[in-house]
């Protein structure tokens, strides 16, 4: 089974600070996919970045961007320039590729961000 | 346009009764599912529909049932609630080409 681990339970940080949020996880499986996702007080979950684990670039979304170290299980989150709004909990998740039916979204316990003005 | 919606966002209930949730997409996903997110925020699968056909069944009291009426809704019905479902359900969608999730903005359910 696989499983995700997000070692910090709260960051906090300056805004316009770079902050990291690391993860790590455990699989067996070679293709897979690695999120994460931003649920601010309001609740949703929006998703950040997608990570697929064939591809050796890491992701970037603008101010966001992740390390991705296959060997080492490591996904990591890298906020630049963080904003009042960036205010969430964060977490990070695994899915198994697919090829047909449906893939589930493990989890890992999230790690709850603070930026201070 | 909602891409996901959860109908109630919230719903306050007592011990012993029966609730459903429901939720609709309009993405043309084929896959639907039902996330728990306990006191903790951790987030656990519940079920999966792929085109009307439960594929995933975690270990979930059997007083939990889904339902998906077709491949764009997926209810979830609750009998005889007991505190300890109090939680905030996610309903969430994704295509077979694609991976990753559209959630629902969760329906928060406090059973007294």
């Known amino acids: 089974a696989q499983t995700v681990t997000q070692s910090q339970p709260e960051m906090s940080v300056q805004e316009a600070e770079t902050v990291t949020l690391s993860c790590t996880y455990d699989?067996?499986?070679?293709?897979?996919?690695l999120f994460w996702y931003k649920q601010p007080p309001s609740r949703q979950m929006i998703l950040v970045i997608r990570?697929?684990?064939?591809?050796?670039q890491n992701a970037t979304e603008n101010r966001f961007s992740v390390n991705f170290q296959k060997a080492a299980k490591s996904f990591s989150l890298k906020i630049s320039d963080s904003q009042l709004g960036d205010t969430a909990m964060y977490f990070c998740?695994?899915?198994?590729?697919?090829?047909?039916?449906?893939?589930?979204?493990?989890f890992g316990q999230g790690t709850r961000l603070t930026i201070n003005p | 346009d909602t891409a996901v919606s959860q109908t109630p966002k919230y719903l306050v209930t007592q011990m012993g009764n029966d609730k459903s949730i429901k939720c609709e997409q309009n993405?043309?996903?084929?896959?639907m599912y039902w996330y728990k997110q306990d006191s903790k925020k951790f987030l656990k699968i519940m079920f999966s529909?792929?085109?009307?056909?439960?594929?995933i069944n975690e270990t979930v009291p059997n007083r939990f049932s889904p339902k998906s009426p077709d491949k764009a809704h997926l209810n979830l019905h609750i009998n005889s609630l007991e505190l300890g479902d109090s939680a905030v359900y996610f309903c969430?969608?994704?295509?077979?080409?694609?991976?990753?999730?559209?959630f629902g903005s969760g329906t928060r359910l406090t059973v007294v």
């Open positions: 993405l043309g996903h084929d896959t």
């Open positions: 699989t067996s499986e070679s293709n897979y996919y």
């Open positions: 998740a695994f899915m198994k590729q697919r090829l047909q039916g449906a893939q589930k979204l493990v």
């Open positions: 969430a969608s994704s295509h077979v080409e694609k991976s990753g999730y559209t």
């Open positions: 529909y792929n085109n009307k056909e439960l594929i």
């Open positions: 990570q697929e684990a064939y591809k050796q």
